[in-house]
Antibody, heavy 122, light 111 residues
Framework: EVQLVESGGNLVQPGGSLRLSCVAS????????MNWVRQAPGKGLEWVSY????????FYADSVKGRFTISRDNAKNSLYLQMNSLRAEDTAVYYC???????????????WGRGTLVTVSS | QSVLTQPPSASGTPGQRVTISCSGS????????VNWYQHLPGTAPKLLIY???QRPSGVPDRFSGSKSGTSASLAISGLQSEDEADYYC????????????FGGGTKLTVV
């Protein structure tokens, strides 16, 4: 089955760190660029970060730049998001999402996971 | 405050046609294609429309997208109860340092 499964969400104190994982199955993970998108409680979707299939290109939203690090291990079909210096406003469900393009980034996402909840609170 | 503006809610009765608008500017909708996502809380979001008006395989032709200038619309005809969900427009913004921007979302209720 073609799917993405996120994990690693948890309750963490402000200033703390957390590492999210996303495992892909059912498709050639190494051929696709990947993204993290989040949704804060009662809010809409917010794009967080992008990594190309070969890991050579990485982008971040201004809201997380310098605090979050995206990475991937194509041998393990896995995407990661290392989150440091967490703030209350980082509280959200975090989704991994596959870019639909193969060979070139399309900037629309044709496969999403169900998300993992990150709560930043003391 | 989202870069793309959507009405917070919309509603319709079964069988009816509803439209959801998405308003932007020359740096986003005006110069890039628009995509639409359907999201039921607690589930994975789903790509509904891409490149303004293209439907991915498996999406019923009841769903259609259009764009004019700096605005886009999602139309749902023959409304069904399972269409009750949140709908988001999204596109690229040439001006901002954020790359993909989403609308604030529209909650569609089938009454």
């Amino acid at each position: 089955e073609v799917q993405l499964v996120e994990s690693g969400g948890n309750l963490v104190q402000p200033g703390g760190s957390l590492r999210l994982s996303c495992v892909a199955s059912g498709f050639s993970f190494s051929s696709y660029s990947m993204n993290w998108v989040r949704q804060a409680p009662g809010k809409g979707l917010e794009w967080v970060s992008y990594i190309s299939s070969s890991r050579t290109t990485i982008f971040y939203a201004d809201s997380v730049k310098g605090r979050f690090t995206i990475s991937r291990d194509n041998a393990k079909n896995s995407l990661y998001l290392q989150m440091n210096s967490l703030r209350a406003e980082d509280t959200a469900v975090y989704y991994c999402a596959r870019d639909a393009g193969v060979g070139a980034t399309s900037w629309y996402f044709d496969l999403w996971g169900r998300g993992t909840l990150v709560t930043v609170s003391s | 405050q989202s870069v793309l503006t959507q009405p917070p809610s919309a509603s319709g009765t079964p069988g009816q046609r509803v439209t959801i608008s998405c308003s932007g500017s020359s740096s986003n909708i005006g110069s890039n294609t628009v995509n639409w996502y359907q999201h039921l809380p607690g589930t994975a979001p789903k790509l509904l429309i891409y490149s303004d008006n293209q439907r991915p395989s498996g999406v019923p032709d009841r769903f259609s997208g259009s764009k004019s200038g700096t605005s886009a619309s999602l139309a749902i005809s023959g409304l069904q109860s399972e269409d009750e969900a949140d709908y988001y427009c999204a596109t690229w913004d040439d001006r901002l340092n954020g790359y993909v921007v989403f609308g604030g979302g529209t909650k569609l209720t089938v009454v």
